[in-house]
């Protein structure tokens, strides 16, 4: 008998066990937490120049003024979960005005110019980038950064001025964030602005320092037929006014004008609060003065009032016009002007 043996066949496999993964990509950016730049809203108060031989076009003042307001800055950065390099950059939205090779000097309004520094490991002048400061981990959101708190401006005069002029709440400098050298964040983490006074000793003041007001009485609406035009039959409105300068501010050429807020269709004119109405101010003469143009202008002639007081009286009329030559709402309207002094 033949014996069969059975063999048994043990299969034999390979499990292969396969998982997929995704790599994290980082762009090292960062951003304010909240999605909105911190507000760095500064004061350095008044800056005061005593000496009338300064008040010149090209004297500059380094670090005229400072400003710390302690603010902390929360930020969230697309990085690992771990330390890294902390890198600032600083603009400015300020026009340039010149770079004199140890700084660049920004227009903040036609009497001055400004440098600024902010404090980012040590002062830095503006503009700087990707300037390492520390490291540090800010993944998560709970960094509170300082850049941009504090900081120091120098100070130049572009023209000679009068009393003050004001930085009013002037966005100065812009402050971004990354983690990695070369990377530009989109958003800055801070904005700083800064508010202040310049005073100069050459000072005059216009009506004692009070609101001059002007009646430009009772208007039909359907007299306002044209652009550009007062009503029909309507005359100026004189009004004068006295200017009392210092002895500093006497010994020169001085002028007065008129500022405010134009309107966009007739820039003659300021703009008043009915949106069809303009008001022009002339000399006495009628010459119109159109408002913020520094060569459109009243010359001050100054009278010796004591020894060290200058005085004169200064005649201006007014008018109303049409802005746009549609017929005005019926209402009352107002309009805010100012009047500068300036040397010519």
């Given at each position: ?8 066949l ?63 800055i ?67 959101g ?11 401006i ?19 400098a ?85 500022t ?35 060569s ?16 004169t ?32």
């Amino acid at each position: 008998m033949t014996k069969i043996s059975y063999a048994s066949l043990l299969p034999l496999g390979l499990l292969l066990i396969m998982t997929t993964g995704k790599a994290l990509a980082y762009t090292y950016t960062c951003s304010p937490k909240s999605g909105t730049p911190t507000v760095i809203a500064g004061n350095f108060g008044t800056v005061t120049i005593s000496d009338t031989t300064q008040n010149v076009a090209g004297q500059s003042f380094d670090s005229a003024a400072q400003w710390n307001t302690g603010r902390s800055i929360p930020v969230k950065c697309d990085t690992p979960n771990s330390v890294s390099g902390r890198r600032f950059t600083a603009t400015s939205p300020l026009p340039v005005s010149v770079n004199d090779g140890t700084r660049m000097w920004y227009r903040v309004n036609e009497y001055l110019d400004t440098a600024v520094q902010i404090y980012a490991k040590g002062l830095r002048y503006i503009p700087f980038s990707n300037l390492y400061t520390a490291s540090g981990n800010d993944s998560s959101g709970a960094g509170q950064l300082t850049v941009g708190s504090s900081g120091v401006i120098d100070l130049k005069i572009v023209r000679p001025f009068v009393g003050t002029t004001d930085f009013n709440n002037i966005h100065i400098a812009s402050v971004y964030m990354s983690h990695k050298s070369g990377v530009n964040s989109p958003v800055p983490i801070a904005e700083v602005y800064l508010t202040g006074t310049v005073s100069v000793p050459q000072n005059c003041t216009v009506n004692a320092g009070t609101v001059i007001s002007v009646n430009l009485g009772t208007l039909y609406s359907t007299d306002f037929n044209h652009a550009g035009e007062m009503p029909d039959s309507y005359s100026p409105k004189s009004f004068t006014f006295p200017v009392q300068c210092n002895y500093g501010a006497s010994l020169a050429n001085l002028t007065l004008r008129v500022t405010g807020t134009a309107s966009a269709d007739e820039s003659s004119a300021l703009q008043s609060s009915n949106p069809d109405v303009g008001v022009v101010i002339t000399d006495n003469n009628g010459t119109t003065l159109v408002p913020n143009d520094s060569s459109s202008n009243v010359p001050l002639q100054l009278n010796q009032i004591s020894a060290d007081d200058y005085s004169t009286d200064v005649t201006l009329k007014a008018y109303p016009v049409s802005t746009t030559g549609k017929a005005p709402a019926e209402g009352t309207f107002t309009t805010l002007a100012l009047l500068r002094i300036d040397f010519a």
